[in-house]
């Protein structure tokens, strides 16, 4: 089957003010560096992109190079009849994380339909894929959960994020925002995340308090849709959140930017501008920061400097939409945008591609790599498949460009999902839009 061109999706803006519910008490806690937060082992995966700084790199070295085993776990069967999709479908799913033993995603995310129904996160067994518990998202899920110190952080359209017992999936806090929010971000004691509204928040983690929160002015009137919107994972150092914000009007990003604030108080220290591009359908994606440098993508790469962000160089693809966050580990940036490549951290040079075959023509069936990747020392995991980090030279999997693929059917949504997947010791998990979770190891039978 063909690999598909993720469907886009339109963010609705929600209304109303913000407060926090605290279901059970917990000690208030004092922000510490976000790089305390990167002393997990390498068979934990507990945040989308792998790291507060959204590298996508992990320590792991026995992910499988060879063409391992495959099991793939299905949170719901697929329906034939369209009428029945719609009602079952719940929006899309989001992307894996790992952690203690446990694979947590979220469903209901927004999708090409308009769904109304609730999703739900979801804690299955990262060995057998069964289901040990799992909670209703009012109205569905909104981006990828964070997992930390027992806690499981997930957003649903209902403007709340809401922290579960990692163990049991009862609320331990639940707080609500002006807007639904995106992917968190868990970096020493606090919680970050954007929302729909542009606005960036700074929750305590052990009981959802507010730290702090940066909005930005605002678009358009009562009979505009026109809005700022966030629907990536922030990027957390020692002393900054770097988020990557566009103004939305009609299901298109009209503009888009790339704040710093201060992790103290919010504070903007500076707003990178993106040159408007008619083609672009969503906010660029997740920023990292590495080397020295934050790395963003919306159809070109950008490195900026993160003490002023001045660009210091841009890579273009030819490719005239939006591309993959990238990973970035060891001086080389890895991003999919049709193809595969690597590039320099250093001067943007590109040191290899691999090429999706696909033409133009037959992209609509045969989907770019918009699927972030994550990459150990010596592998890219993109898509269902590895590359050889240093060659690029295919390894084992389906990367988009195969007339037979096991997965990924055009009217499924078996896309790879756009956070990427998850590596935890040996093995490596992969989620489609359409509730497929798929575990890759060596050691399976």
């Known amino acids: ?3 598909q061109r993720p469907t886009r999706r339109r963010f609705l803006a929600g209304l109303g003010a913000g407060g926090v519910t605290a279901v059970s008490g ?30 996508g790199y992990t320590r792991s070295k026995s992910a499988p190079r060879t063409n391992p085993p495959m099991h793939v776990w299905k949170l ?32 209901g995310l927004p999708s090409g339909f308009t769904i109304d129904a609730d999703g739900k996160l979801y804690a299955l067994d990262a060995t057998t894929g069964k289901t040990k518990w799992s909670a209703t998202l009012p109205k569905g899920g909104t981006g ?68 702090w929160r940066y909005g930005q002015r605002t678009l358009g009137s009562f009979f505009s849709e026109k809005t700022w919107w966030i629907r990536s994972k922030p990027a957390v150092t020692d002393d900054a959140v770097y988020v990557s ?24 220290r500076w707003r990178y501008e993106f040159s408007q591009d008619r083609f672009s359908y969503e906010p660029p994606r997740a920023p990292v920061v590495a080397d020295g440098t934050v790395f963003v993508s919306d159809t070109s790469l950008h490195a900026v400097d993160p003490s002023d962000g001045t660009k210091r160089w841009q890579f273009a693809f030819g490719y005239r939409r939006p591309v993959s966050a990238p990973a970035v580990h060891d001086g080389s940036v890895y991003i999919g945008a ?20 696909a033409s133009m023509a037959t992209m609509e069936h045969r989907v770019p790599m918009e699927s972030a990747p994550v990459v150990t020392d010596e592998t890219v995991y993109i898509g269902a498949g590895a590359l050889d980090s240093s060659s690029g030279e295919k390894l084992w999997g389906d990367l988009g460009n195969q007339d037979d693929s096991q997965f990924f059917l055009s009217d499924t949504n078996e896309n790879a999902t756009l956070e990427g997947p998850a590596i935890a010791g040996d093995a490596v998990f ?16």
Request: one cysteine or more; proline letters at 5%; hydrophobic letters at 35%.
């Open 338 to 357: 049709k193809n595969v490549y690597s590039i320099s951290a250093e001067d943007g040079t590109e040191q290899w591609r691999f090429v999706n075959r």
């Open 76 to 107: 719901w069967e697929r329906v034939e009849s369209e009428d029945e999709k719609k009602n079952i479908l719940h929006g899309t799913t989001s992307s894996p994380i790992v952690s203690n033993g446990t694979v947590f995603v979220a469903t």
């Open 26 to 55: 917990c000690a208030s806690s004092r922000s510490t560096p976000a790089t305390a937060a990167l002393d997990w082992p390498s068979d934990e995966w507990p945040v989308a992109h792998g790291t507060p700084t959204n590298t």
């Open 245 to 268: 914000t566009g103004i939305g009007q009609n299901g298109r990003t009209t503009s888009s930017n790339l704040l710093a604030l201060s992790r103290d108080d919010g504070g903007e």
């Open 430 to 445: 992969v989620a489609t839009e359409y509730g497929s979770i798929i575990r890759f190891a060596d050691g399976d039978a």
């Open 144 to 211: 990828t959960p964070a997992v930390a110190d027992g806690l499981v952080f997930a957003g649903s359209a209902d403007r709340a994020l809401t922290a579960f017992d990692a163990a049991s999936g009862a609320v331990r806090w639940r707080t609500t925002t002006s807007a639904p929010v995106g992917t968190p971000t868990v970096a020493g004691g606090n919680v970050y995340v954007g929302d729909r509204h542009g606005s960036v928040h700074a929750f305590r983690r052990t009981d959802g308090k507010l730290e």
């Open 1 to 3: 089957m063909p690999f």
